[in-house]
């Protein structure tokens, strides 16, 4: 049975700081693999999608890069700012068809 | 030009009352799948439609039924509903299995 875990589940730091964010799984057969953003009381973006085939995704200041055999995923946000506060949550899919597995998230809280 | 959208937003009612909650997307997708956010923010999938079938059904209580009149259109009905049904409901939409987008909640509190 899959598992997502990401660790911190909480994470704050000041504005500039180059932000870190695991995601590990425990099968390492995945299909893809989403980062989301959830922003209090509302629902969920995606930030970027890693097809099992692929090392690394970027999107402006976001990096997210996945190590299938270790069951790992990293999301990297350059220069944060306060508008990157929000829970990021990561989820994998098994399958084509399969389900979207989601981790319980990191509450990330950037400061001026 | 709201991806997806969810009515209502906010749903407050009692127990043992009947609710539905609609979900439309306007990005072609052709599948659509519900999730519920518990209290502790997990957020698990409930059902997913593919062209109008019903491709993935998970454990959830019989009270809960999903219909799909179209592609665009993936509606929850609950039935009976419970105290522990309390929880956020998505609505989200793929083009296939690919990057999912998700409507805005709605938030079920059962009284």
């Known amino acids: 049975k899959q598992e997502v875990t990401q660790i911190p589940a909480a994470l704050s730091v000041p504005e500039g700081e180059n932000l870190v964010l695991n995601c590990s799984f425990t099968?390492?057969?995945?299909?893809?693999l989403q980062w989301f953003r959830q922003d209090p009381g509302k629902g969920l973006t995606s930030l970027l999608l890693?097809?099992?085939?692929?090392r690394e995704q970027t999107s402006g200041r976001l990096n997210a890069s996945l190590d299938k055999s270790s069951g790992r995923s990293t999301l990297y946000i350059a220069a944060s700012q306060p508008g990157d506060s929000a829970t990021y949550l990561c989820a994998v899919r098994p399958d084509s068809w399969g389900k979207l597995q989601f981790g319980a998230g990191t509450q990330v809280v950037v400061t001026p | 030009d709201t991806a997806v959208s969810q009515t209502p937003k906010y749903l407050v009612t009692q127990m043992g009352n009947d609710k539905s909650i609609k979900c439309e997307q306007n990005l072609g997708h052709d599948t659509m799948y519900w999730y519920k956010q518990d209290s502790k923010k997990f957020l698990k999938i409930m059902f997913s439609?593919?062209?109008?079938?019903?491709?993935i059904n998970e454990t959830v209580p019989n009270r809960f039924s999903p219909k799909s009149p179209d592609k665009a259109h993936l509606n929850l009905h609950i039935n009976s509903l419970e105290l522990g049904d309390s929880a956020v409901y998505f609505c989200?939409?793929?083009?296939?299995?690919?990057?999912?987008?998700f409507g805005p909640g709605t938030r079920l509190l059962v009284l």
């Open positions: 890693i097809q099992s085939s692929q």
């Open positions: 989200a939409s793929s083009r296939h299995q690919e990057t999912q987008y």
């Open positions: 439609y593919n062209n109008k079938e019903l491709i």
């Open positions: 099968d390492s057969a995945i299909y893809n």
